[in-house]
């Protein structure tokens, strides 16, 4: 039975966390993420404000931990932001397309397909998860944009992100940003 | 033979890090890693490894070679050639012509073959000479180099990576090999000594 055990065993975790930051770190993470959404934000209170369209969703308030809390993941690099979100909203709103947003099977495969393309893209970020997810459950307001939800709020905003990005975290002496484009 | 025993990479492992040494390392970057101690040990004891089998891959039999080599002339009598041997505590030289070229190698044991002894080593002839009454050097009396040495002589070009040369040195059973260039011309030799040092070396550089 030393296959149980095993199995078991990788439950217990093998490693410890990661050091915490110091206070500077937090402060300059939570202006950073401040900064972001609240440009996000602005924006669309003065620029789509009345129309149909969205600027700020909730898959980029977790863009913006790892963009201004995690500057130098792979995960919060503008390949990965830019590249997962627009792959993850095309396979989202995909899906709907084909399978309609009533079922079960449409929001799995949206964030199953996602991965897998983030994964084999080299874009993985997670975030994405959560863009395809909102394609599907975002209800009629995002769904009637159809593909412009790729662009809009999608593609406008990690811009958005990104751009900060480079702004805010290199104004840091201690920050840089990006650790790669490509 | 299998690679693992040729490389130091692959017995020898990178010195020890504990997650908390890699926690410390770790805090005295800035910002968040989002990377676990244990990732980045077992990132570090693979790179490690690579690092290792590629320097030691790199090295070649241009950079490990004695370069100061005694060679004898194949028309050199056999009792110089052991008294240069002796002389110099070595086992053996390379054989060379009036063109510096490598004709064969001569060797404590291609003495202590044509001396009688059967296994060609030191204790075979022993052996030999405490079976017999009197000892034994009279088969090769009057020799010269040139009758003794083994030849062809197992060599290798400069570029030879360390790795072709010891499974030379363990397939033929030989102690030494000459370095020769295009032509044939004497440019080093590499003893058994020579990569012992340089292992060793490799082993306590990490």
Same mark, same amino acid.
């Given at each position: 039975m030393g296959r149980v055990r095993d199995y078991v065993r990788k439950m217990a975790g093998t490693s410890i966390s990661p050091p915490?930051?110091?206070?500077?770190?937090?402060?300059?993470?939570?202006?950073?993420?401040?900064?972001?959404?609240?440009?996000?934000?602005?924006?669309?209170s003065h620029l789509v404000a009345g129309t149909d369209l969205v600027l700020l969703i909730g898959s980029f308030g977790a863009s913006a931990v790892l963009v201004y809390g995690v500057v130098k993941s792979p995960l919060a690099q503008p390949r990965n932001v830019v590249g997962g979100h627009l792959i993850s909203s095309l396979v989202g709103v995909t899906a709907v397309k084909l399978l309609g947003a009533g079922t079960w099977l449409t929001p799995a495969l949206a964030v199953g397909v996602s991965l897998i393309l983030m994964h084999a893209t080299r874009t993985l970020h997670p975030p994405g998860g959560a863009?395809?997810?909102i394609?599907?459950?975002?209800?009629?307001?995002?769904?009637?944009l159809g593909y412009l939800f790729v662009l809009v709020p999608v593609g406008a905003g990690v811009l958005v992100l990104v751009l900060v990005g480079l702004l805010f975290n290199n104004l840091l002496p201690r920050r840089r940003y990006p650790e790669f484009w490509w | 033979m299998n690679e693992e025993t040729l490389t130091p990479?692959?017995?020898?492992?990178?010195?020890?890090?504990?997650?908390?040494?890699?926690?410390?390392?770790?805090?005295?970057?800035?910002?968040?890693?989002?990377?676990?101690?244990?990732?980045?040990?077992?990132v570090y004891r693979l790179a490690y490894r690579l690092a290792r089998k590629r320097l030691f891959a790199e090295q070649t039999a241009a950079r490990l070679m004695t370069r100061e080599v005694i060679a004898v002339r194949p028309e050199t009598?056999?009792?110089?050639?052991?008294?240069?041997?002796?002389?110099?505590? %070595?086992?053996? $030289? /390379? &054989?060379? *012509? #009036?063109?510096? @070229?490598?004709?064969?190698?001569?060797?404590?044991?291609?003495?202590?073959s044509r001396m009688g002894a059967r296994e060609g080593n030191f204790m075979s002839?022993?052996?030999?000479?405490?079976?017999?009454?009197?000892?034994?050097?009279?088969?090769?009396?009057?020799?010269?180099?040139?009758?003794?040495m083994s030849s062809p002589a197992v060599t290798v070009a400069p570029d030879t990576p360390l790795r072709d040369i010891l499974h030379l040195l363990?397939?033929?059973? %030989?102690?030494? $090999? /000459? &370095?020769? *260039? #295009?032509?044939? @011309?004497l440019m080093g030799i590499i003893t058994r000594g020579d990569l012992l040092r340089t292992l060793g070396g490799a082993l306590w550089a990490g």
């Open positions: 915490g930051v110091d206070p500077g770190e937090m402060l300059f993470s939570g202006l950073g993420g401040f900064l972001g959404i609240g440009l996000l934000a602005l924006l669309e863009t395809a997810l394609a599907v459950l975002g209800g009629p307001k995002i769904q009637q | 990479a692959g017995g020898a492992g990178p010195p020890e890090l504990g997650d908390e040494d890699i926690y410390e390392a770790m805090k005295e970057i800035p910002g968040y890693l989002d990377i676990t101690p244990g990732s980045f040990r077992e009598p056999v009792e110089e050639v052991a008294e240069a041997m002796g002389r110099a505590g %070595i086992s053996g $030289v /390379p &054989v060379v *012509d #009036g063109e510096n @070229r490598v004709a064969g190698v001569i060797s404590e044991r291609d003495f202590l002839l022993v052996a030999l000479c405490l079976r017999t009454r009197g000892c034994v050097a009279v088969p090769i009396k009057e020799k010269r180099a040139g009758d003794l363990e397939t033929r059973r %030989i102690n030494r $090999v /000459p &370095v020769t *260039d #295009g032509q044939g @011309r």
